[in-house]
């Protein structure tokens, strides 16, 4: 069975963080690319990190460079975001995907980061 | 960035009915543009990739076409489960950025 599970969000202040973390099953997870997509409720999604196979290659989306690192275990078959100096603009859902092509072929349910003063 | 314009920016329709919405890109993505439904309360699912290709175990009604800066996406005969908000995205940049668009919302007439 396919599951993918996001966990760790929450809520926090502007310049706090947070570690998001993503258990995956039954996805071959260390054979593919895997990413961090974000949504806020009512707009399109937001792709914002990506890792290659074996977590050397890291891409990022220019808002969240330097402030947001994104990780995998493939040992645990997991998958991470480490978020840091967090901005009002950083809230949505976080969506732990895997990447085939380049496009998002499997979702998790996603997990919630809200950043409010 | 490659910017993704959707529309229309929603659609009313009945069951049985075709849709037809659209994605223009800012610059040509060649065919590297997938297409996405989400319902409420759910994460996006794929539906197309690279343009015109169907992923695993979407109906036969969903086909998508286009090339470059123009994109269309058809449903042939709406069925209930299928009105739900459709995002299109485009992965041609390298290194990634990866781009959606605003999406369209599909609704019962």
């Known amino acids: 069975e396919v599951q993918v599970v996001a966990s760790g969000g929450g809520w926090v202040r502007p310049g706090g963080s947070l570690r998001l973390s993503c258990a995956a099953s039954g996805i071959r997870f260390s054979s593919y690319w895997m990413s961090w997509v974000r949504q806020v409720p009512g707009k399109g999604p937001e792709w914002v990190a990506t890792?290659?196979?074996?977590?050397?290659?890291?891409f990022y989306l220019d808002s969240v460079k330097g402030r947001l690192t994104i990780s995998r275990d493939n040992d645990r078959n997991s998958l991470y975001l480490q978020m840091d100096s967090l901005r009002v603009e950083d809230t949505g859902v976080y969506y732990c995907?895997?990447?085939?092509?380049?496009?998002?072929?499997?979702w998790g349910q996603g997990t919630m980061v809200t950043v409010s003063s | 960035e490659i910017v993704l314009t959707q529309s229309p920016v929603s659609l009313s329709l009945s069951p049985g009915e075709r849709a037809t919405l659209s994605c223009r890109a800012s610059q040509s993505v060649d065919s590297r543009l997938a297409w996405y439904q989400q319902k409420p309360g759910q994460a996006p699912r794929l539906l197309i990739h690279d343009a015109s290709t169907r992923a695993t175990g979407i109906p036969a009604r969903f086909s998508g076409s286009g090339s470059g800066t123009q994109f269309t996406l058809i449903i042939s005969s709406l069925q209930s489960e299928d009105f739900a908000v459709y995002y299109c995205?485009?992965?041609?940049?390298?290194?990634?950025?990866?781009?959606f668009g605003q999406g369209t919302k599909l609704e019962i007439k």
């Open positions: 995205q485009q992965y041609k940049n390298w290194p990634p950025w990866y781009t």
């Open positions: 995907v895997r990447e085939t092509g380049a496009f998002f072929d499997i």
């Open positions: 890792v290659n196979l074996d977590g050397n290659e890291k």
